[in-house]
DNA sequence: AGCATACGTCAGTCTTGTTGACATTCCAAG
DNA sequence: CTTGGAATGTCAACAAGACTGACGTATGCT
């Protein structure tokens, strides 16, 4: 893509040079691709009574098994009025196990049932399929630039998370 | 990042093979990213009456002037009634203009007022200045791999729909 | 004339975010 | 030991923004 045309940016004296046009297209690339990646689970979720919401407390519950709420609260960024509604229903529907601290009781330990899992596998495994097939039509080099400007992208905080959680499963 | 670990994914006889583990990390890092990148513009529209969705119709407004509504629909992929409530409210208050089609009286184009293109300024502005910090922090062949990564990512006819709008632009 | 298209709108619902108020639990200072 | 503040989680009410469905109007095309 664009193989002939002049590059999309150069280095000069180690300095990047970008114009507007070039970061509005980084925009819109972001926009559409974002739509891509939660299409999957969307149409899946659809069917069922769930949305996004659910699947990113089960996704993260899947990658963190006993995570507290407060803990979840702070990697999905919303509050914890907004968690508990989506908590509530899949606790309810079995799909989530909710289990009292043992030091301190205030907490609430999370982890997925048996079924809880079967949807995380479902859902990931839809989403996994578009990303596999992204990052082999793009190539291991793209795919390690894709990562770099990500995550330049996240707000610290959530860099924190992010590479907390890549390290605790290596 | 990474630099001294085993590489992150690998060929052999051109066929590119990812763990679930690399594909996850790529899924995490999308959703971290996202947030990142909206969140400047959100804080900017917070303080007004208007939200994330004023500020996709504008950026295309501004992107493709004299579109119409049927053109905008297709690329914000929201149903027209969504649509209309937020076109709506911007032409109440005078920041898009719609004029009746020439050739087509059907159809409305819809234009940036002054105001108008003042709003997209700033929440572009905030957008790109956390892009280019992004683009300047990965490196040239970062920012390459990651358009690339991000274009083998959309759906078909969102690939179709960002081409055309790059193209358009040169 | 008749059907299709483009747009606008009304009404109702759903998901998911928000604030505010409140209950429970923990901990530390008096 | 008690008590008050902080942390954690729950309930209730509301708002934004998406959706569907139905309908109306103007226009275009055959």
Request: hydrophobic share 40%; charged share 30%; aromatic share 8%.
């Amino acid at each position: 893509m664009a193989e002939g045309q002049a590059p999309a940016s150069y280095r000069n004296e180690n300095l990047l040079f970008l114009t507007d046009e070039q970061l509005r297209q980084g925009i819109e690339a972001m926009f559409f691709a974002y739509r891509g990646f939660t299409a999957d689970p969307d149409r899946i979720l659809s069917d069922m009574a769930y949305g996004r919401a659910h699947h990113r407390a089960v996704h993260f519950i899947n990658r963190a098994p006993g995570t507290t709420v407060n803990n979840l609260l702070n990697i999905l960024g919303v509050t914890k009025q907004s968690l508990n509604r989506v908590l509530r229903t899949l606790i309810e529907d079995g799909l989530v196990e909710s289990r009292v601290g043992k030091a301190d009781k205030r907490e609430r330990h999370l982890y997925l049932t048996e079924e809880g899992r079967a949807l995380e596998q479902t859902l990931s495994d839809a989403q996994r399929a578009r990303m596999r097939m992204a990052f082999r039509d793009a190539g291991p080099d793209a795919v390690a630039g894709f990562r770099r400007v990500l995550e330049a992208m996240m707000d610290k905080e959530m860099r924190f998370a992010y590479t907390r959680l890549k390290d605790n499963t290596p």
